[in-house]
């Protein structure tokens, strides 16, 4: 018995020395296997955050690439710092300390008005060489010349005519914006990031109230591990690894970015990484008796973290943080992997923007602007085709990947969406109207490049600001041809200006029953030296498109007050004119009546004598602020005059809003004065505008049966070619002559 005994205590003696010794090896092999995870989670995170400092530097140096190429095609040397000044506004809105001209000899102009001598400043001396060989260049992180702040800098050759390199293109970012940018935190916030130079300065840091920029990474985390000389040695060598900083229980994954032997170190506490494992051993030990359970359960700790793990790092990656859906880096991928596996199906590359959404947003507020965009990426998911794919691209763009059976059957999907954001007051309402353009790419092949698609997708949806009637466009190649020469216009147009090509031509506008002039508008004409004319349908929707339209309604209103002051100096008997006013004076120029009103000023002549056109669109645009604006307008004496009355959405809505002096009925509706319905339309308008004693003008009157008919339904007056073509100012000179005769 006693032997049997001793025996079965031997054998459960050698069973728990065996378990204990497989517990001990098992252990050691997991602890190695954990630490392996380890690096490769850390080496991971740190590729991320090497992209992200790469990802910023490139965007930064394609701004800066497409500032240089468009200054290159017409920067004067001499006049250097006036193309400077004139990027101030680029600067602030993206956010850069400063933009600047720097030539060969080291001397710069800055945005914010600065003239700086650069030739002995070590960023520009050291990178001298690399933009003299058409190269971009990034500093790391220096004094500005200007304030003392801390600043990183990055420059881009500028080049001449001739592709000679004349100097370059900077931009500044202050500590706190490179800082914003460039950092991140990583595990749920409990880790760090810094980028520092290989000196131990600190580029950028997402654990700010550890360490600052004043301070040196390697003064200050030397007092936390043994390991910084083996740290430094391996930055000099330029590899990748890991250390421990012992005193705070932490390890540090050190790797390069490639970008001015700039690194990337994260800091992660080791129980946040390894918590797992500890959690795993102490069960092992106290359960060794349940071996195969334990494994099991460990098995499923081990994947429920792993998953855990992947799917943080997808979210940060793949899920959109306003919307909650698909990020765009998300769709991307999926819609490339998507045209593989239906590469036989017809597919549609769709970008979707919506037209005054940032004046919404700032009118209403970002919150309520994020709530529409929420709701927005509500009602996409709901009524999206089957397998079709989208998401949030930026602000208030989307893009998606669609398969369809026709293009009619596309076409019509795509009403009902705007339809549905037209009508849905989550997203839209009378006040503040939404309006949905979408332009559509058909895939031609699904080997095409993916961004290749979008692009195409974005030129066609951009074509539509300059469409207010229309919501939906298919690419054509036509479009990009003629982005191609609305670009080549507005370079054009940008040198009319200065070379005084645009004049105003002067058609009257006629009292209906004297017949006698009681006022003109004034039409931009532009006239080339060689007398050449550019037709108006050619290079007015250009400038619109552009925005270069404003400039072209400042031109005209400054060349009208000259003209008044000139007839009022012979002693001529002057009569109202009127100058149109373009929806991109009000979204560009926010001090634009303050300058209108400088320049009425400048000629010293009564504002009774200017007329400011405003068509019914705007109000489209911004309601209540086109009311103010005509309300500041009608404070500082000018008259407002609505045209083009009745070819838009809300003509009456407008009418009852917006205070104007005088409204112009459409020539649309005079060449329908034939048909009942036509001659019922124009008296009713007429008796409208009577009844809120609102004088009228009709425009384009061309007969004498459309003379007689205005004249008996008492329109008070009429401008068209029955009286009048629009004409030279020599000629309008003479016209207003006979006129006094």
């Known amino acids: 018995m006693k032997g049997r005994v001793m025996r079965n205590l031997i054998a459960v003696f050698t069973a728990l020395t065996v378990i204990i010794i497989s517990l001990i090896i098992y252990s050691q092999k997991l602890e190695k296997s954990l630490r392996k995870e380890v690096t490769v989670t850390l080496s991971e995170i740190s590729d991320k955050s090497v992209k992200l400092v790469n990802s910023e530097v490139n965007t930064n140096f394609m701004f800066l690439a497409s500032i240089s190429s468009r200054l290159s095609k017409w920067i004067d040397i001499e006049d250097v710092q006036k193309y400077a000044l004139s990027l101030s506004a680029e600067a602030e809105k993206f956010d850069f300390k400063k933009l600047g001209i720097s030539l060969l000899d080291g001397t710069t102009y800055t945005s914010d008005g600065l003239i700086l001598d650069l030739s002995n400043d070590r960023f520009y001396v050291e990178g001298l060489p690399t933009l003299l060989q058409n190269k971009a260049v990034v500093s790391n992180l220096k004094t500005d010349a200007g ?8 420059a881009y050759p500028l080049l001449d005519g001739g592709g000679n390199v004349i100097g370059a293109v900077y931009s500044a970012l202050d500590a706190e914006s490179v800082n914003h940018l460039m950092s991140q935190s990583t595990f749920g916030g409990k880790g760090s990031t810094y980028i520092v130079e290989k000196n131990g300065t600190v580029i950028s840091n997402s654990d700010r109230h550890l360490l600052t920029e004043e ?60 918590s797992d494992f500890s959690e795993i051993m102490t069960m092992t030990y106290a359960f060794s008796c349940f071996i195969v359970l334990l494994a099991v359960v460990f098995f499923i700790i081990i994947c429920t973290t792993e998953k855990r793990r992947l799917k943080s790092v997808e979210k940060l990656l793949y899920v959109d943080p306003l919307t909650g859906g698909m990020s765009y880096t998300k769709f991307m991928i999926e819609a490339k992997l998507s ?102 790419y058909t895939v031609k092949k699904a080997s095409e490049n993916i961004q290749s698609m979008q692009n195409l997708a974005t030129i066609a949806v951009n074509k539509l600001e300059s469409c207010p009637d229309e919501c939906i466009a298919f690419y054509e190649d036509s479009y990009k041809e003629k982005l191609i020469r609305d670009l080549c216009l507005e370079e054009e147009m940008v040198g009319a200006a200065k070379n005084n090509e645009f004049i105003p031509y002067f058609q009257p506008k006629y009292d209906t029953k004297s017949q006698k002039i009681v006022g003109a508008e004034a039409l931009v004409r532009w006239i080339k030296p060689d007398g050449t004319v550019v037709p108006p ?53 926010k001090h634009f009546v303050e300058e209108y009103e400088t320049i009425l000023n400048e000629y010293k002549i009564s504002k009774d004598l200017i007329e400011l056109e405003i068509t019914e669109s705007m109000l489209f645009e911004n309601q209540e602020e086109l009311k103010n604006l005509v309300d500041k307008l009608h404070c500082l004496g000018f008259r407002i005059v609505m045209d083009d ?34 001659k019922q339309i124009i008296t009713a308008v007429i008796e409208l505008a009577t009844a809120l004693n609102i004088p009228i003008v009709a425009e384009g009157v061309e007969s004498e049966p459309q003379y007689q008919f205005l004249k008996l339904m008492n329109c008070q007056f009429i401008q ?22």
């Not at 304030?147 to 990055?154: H, N, P, R």
């Not at 003064?219 to 012992?246: P, R, V």
């Not at 509500?378 to 669609?402: G, H, M, N, W």
Request: glycine content about 6%; proline content about 4%; aromatic content about 12%.
């Open 645 to 678: 009355f009745g070819v838009g959405y809300s003509s009456l809505s407008m009418l009852r809003t917006i205070p104007v002096d005088m409204m112009k009925l459409d020539k649309s509706f005079v060449d329908d004065y034939g048909d009942l319905k036509g």
């Open 537 to 589: 349908g050619m290079f007015i929707p250009a400038a619109e498109q552009s925005g270069f339209v404003a400039e072209i309604d400042r031109i005209m209103y400054r060349k009208v007050c000259e003209f008044q002051k000139a007839v009022i100096d012979k002693g001529g008997v002057p009569i109202p004119i009127s100058v149109n006013l373009s929806r991109a004076v009000l979204k560009n120029n």
């Open 720 to 741: 068209g070619y029955y009286f009048a073509r629009p004409m030279p100012q020599h000629d309008f000179e003479a016209v207003l002559a006979d006129m006094t005769k």
């Open 339 to 440: 045209l593989v596996k239906n590469k036989n199906r017809n597919a549609a590359f769709i970008a979707f923007k919506f037209s005054n959404f940032s004046l919404i947003k700032e009118i209403r507020g970002h919150k309520v602007g994020d709530e529409i965009l929420r709701n927005i990426h509500t009602y996409l998911e709901k009524i999206k085709f089957p397998d079709t794919i989208f998401a949030r691209q930026s602000q208030d763009r989307f893009v998606a990947l669609a398969y369809y059976s026709t293009k009619e059957a596309l076409k019509e999907r795509l009403r009902y969406l705007t339809e549905v954001v037209k009508n849905e007051r989550k997203i839209s309402d009378d006040k503040h109207p939404l309006k949905l353009n979408i332009g559509v």
């Open 215 to 274: 301070e040196n990474f390697f003064d200050e985390f030397s007092k936390l591990t043994k390991d910084m000389n083996t740290l430094k040695a391996a930055m000099d060598k330029n590899e990748s690894g890991y250390i421990k900083l012992q005193k705070n229980n932490e390890y540090l994954y050190y790797c390069p970015t490639g970008i001015n032997g700039w690194y990337v170190l994260n800091v992660v506490p080791i129980n946040v990484i390894s």
């Open 147 to 154: 304030d003392g702040g801390k600043i990183l800098c990055y």
